[in-house]
Each structure stands twice: as C-alpha cells, then as structure tokens.
C-alpha cells in the first residue's frame, strides 16, 4: 500500500499523468499544492473518478480558489494528511 503524493501542476509536469499510470487499485492519491489544479480539469477529474481513495490537502485548495465538487474526491487537513502518511506504509512524493 503505497500513497502517491503529488504536488506539481498537471499543467506543467507530468507527474499526475506518470503516477495514474502505475498506481494500483490498494494505493491511494494526495493532491497537494498546484496538484490540486486536477480537479479542475474534467479528463484528469475523470481519471481520478476511477480510483478507490483520492485526496486533496484542504488548505492547498482553499489557498487556490479549488473547490471539490466530487463525492469521491475527500478533502483533509494537515494533521489527517500525518495520519494518512501513517496508514501506508510508503509514501511516494512525485
């Protein structure tokens, strides 16, 4: 169980699209920073749809104007975030 942890515009690097490629069904997905940007984009929300466990960092997409409108989408704190980094046994930054 590993949890991907992105931080980089999709706009502008290819993490999110690199990460979606080789992420399994058991791992999970945490949009920090600029990666929070994903959910704005319908093909990219579209793909984030098809996992089990997406997450954005509340504070990321409240300082960018984001706002989540997908129920399978969740939105967490920092201390959720340090809780989550817990839960898996790796954490991969991309």
Not at 72 to 89: G, N, P, R, T
Request: some cysteine.
């Amino acid at each position: 169980m590993i949890l991907h942890k992105i931080s980089t515009s999709p706009f502008t690097h290819l993490a999110l699209q690199h990460c979606l490629q080789r992420i399994d069904e058991i791992d999970a997905l945490l949009l920090t920073q600029d990666a929070v940007y994903a959910v704005m984009h319908q093909t990219l929300n579209s793909k984030l749809a098809e996992l089990d466990s997406v997450f954005v960092l509340k504070e990321d997409a409240e300082a960018r104007g984001v706002h989540v409108k997908s129920n399978h989408i969740q939105l967490i704190s920092y201390a959720e975030f340090v809780d989550l980094s817990l839960e898996y046994e790796k954490v991969m930054s991309w």
